[in-house]
């Protein structure tokens, strides 16, 4: 039975990741989820796993290496799939440091406690040993607006804010790894991604829960910025693919080849709201187009970000499966059936659930 060591799981992609694995692999394989529980890590997110024999949860930061090292000291792990890190753009440019010390150091001690663990007295390593480094499209930079550029794996990395800075760095320690100790690693880039259990400060979530408020919708800038949004399922999917089908050392770029100005996708989401919500529901009157308020840019606003995913659907046969009008209104039905873990969210509760569950 295969060991996965999941850092970040209680966040929205690692959660997905959890239940597609799961779904896909049951009883074959064991997960152990570490993460520190910052505001992004939500156990109720992992509810629907968490009595599962084949499943443990670890609280613990990536930071601290005895932690970290116990961790595998105690277990035989087989993949590590790493997802922990500051995420949020808008949170990087207020706080920078806590993105160089989660994404930066926490990645180091990851490919340190996984190098000790792993290492043969040759200097080799274990075999079908392999690290999985979740990074972002985001370390390329910005793209003109024009339709036919596009990022690729050999694009120069370019980061413009903190949070893709200290990403880019991230993936720079994961080559260096690869580079100098032949360390069975990958790195997978990955676009901007929506779903079930993302949390409300990142446009999609907010623009949902915003609108069924009655709230203004807070565009940025002109709201002709682009990006390309992939449903978090059809990541889940394209991390299982590379770790287990992709050549090691390589990096893919994963993306939905869905690019869109934000503003597009709040006017798609008002219109799905619409025509979802039934025609008795007192929202409806409210979710309408003069919410949209445009406000400050963000310093620093990426233009465009689009990638062409070639080479994971030429080497691997990955595709994005999921069609955007179909994935918003999956997102939007999971938020309508799910307006508790909203509520427990946005008022903080939901940092409750370890206590009642752990203690
Ligand atoms: P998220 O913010 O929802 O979740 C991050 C998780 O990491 C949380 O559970 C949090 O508690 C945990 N964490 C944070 N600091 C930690 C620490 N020091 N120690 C242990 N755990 C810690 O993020 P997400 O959107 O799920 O992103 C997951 C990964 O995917 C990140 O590495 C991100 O850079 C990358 N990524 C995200 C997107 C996207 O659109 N969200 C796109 C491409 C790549
Ligand atoms: P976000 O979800 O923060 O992802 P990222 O910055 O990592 O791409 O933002 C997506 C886009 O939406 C980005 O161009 C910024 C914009 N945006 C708004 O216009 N209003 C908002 O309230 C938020 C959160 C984002």
Same mark, same amino acid.
């Given at each position: *039975? ?50 599962? +024999? ?16 116990? %961790? $595998? ?18 949170? &990087?440019?207020?706080?920078?440091? #806590?993105? #160089? ?13 996984? @190098? ?8 080799? $390593? ?15 930079? &910005? ?6 550029? $596009? ?26 790894? *690869? ?16 779903? +079930?259990?993302? $949390?409300?400060?990142?446009?999609? +979530? ?47 770029? #994963? ?22 919500? +039934? ?7 409210? #979710? ?22 070639? @080479? ?19 997102? %939007? ?8 873990? *909203? ?8 940092? @409750? ?7």
């Amino acid at each position: *039975m295969r060991t996965y060591l999941v850092t970040g799981g209680a966040g929205f992609i690692g959660s997905n990741y959890i239940h597609y694995m799961f779904e896909k692999y049951g009883d074959d394989i064991r997960i152990i989820n570490v993460d520190a529980l910052t505001y992004a890590g939500n156990l109720e997110n992992l509810k629907a796993v968490e009595n599962r +024999p084949n499943y443990t949860f670890v609280k613990a930061d990536i930071t601290d290496k005895d932690a970290i090292g116990k %961790i $595998f000291a105690e277990n035989d792990i087989d993949r590590v799939v790493h997802f922990a890190a500051e995420s949020h753009v808008d949170r &990087s440019i207020r706080n920078p440091e #806590v993105f #160089v010390k989660t994404n930066v150091i926490g990645t180091a001690v990851m490919l340190n406690c996984a @190098k000790a663990a792993w290492e043969l007295p040759d200097g080799g $390593f274990k075999e079908d040993k392999k690290f999985l480094h979740v990074s972002t499209d985001e370390v390329y930079g &910005s793209l003109p607006d024009d339709e036919n550029a $596009f990022f690729y794996e050999t694009s120069p990395y370019d980061p413009h804010s903190p949070y893709s800075a200290s990403k880019a760095g991230s993936d720079m320690l994961v080559k260096s790894y *690869m580079d100098t100790y032949k360390f069975p690693a990958n790195i997978t880039n990955c676009s901007n991604n929506y779903g +079930p259990f993302q $949390f409300p400060e990142k446009l999609i +979530p907010l623009i949902i829960n915003n609108a069924l408020q009655g709230k203004k919708l807070p565009v940025y800038g002109d709201g002709k910025n682009v990006r390309d949004w992939l449903y978090v399922r059809d990541h889940a999917k394209a991390i299982d693919m590379v770790q287990e089908k992709g050549k090691l050392f390589e990096t893919y770029n #994963v993306g939905g080849h869905n690019e869109k100005q934000n503003i597009e996708i709040i006017e798609i989401i008002l219109e799905t709201l619409q025509e979802m919500l +039934p025609d008795n529901d007192p929202r409806k009157a409210h #979710v309408s187009k003069e919410l949209i308020t445009y406000v400050e840019d963000r310093k620093g606003h990426d233009r465009r970000y689009a990638i062409a995913p070639d @080479k994971i659907r030429a080497d691997l046969g990955w595709e994005p499966e999921t069609m955007f009008k179909d994935g918003i209104k999956l997102t %939007i039905q999971w938020y309508f059936e799910n307006e508790d873990w *909203m509520k427990r969210v946005t008022s903080g509760d939901y940092q @409750k659930y370890y206590e009642e569950m752990y203690q």
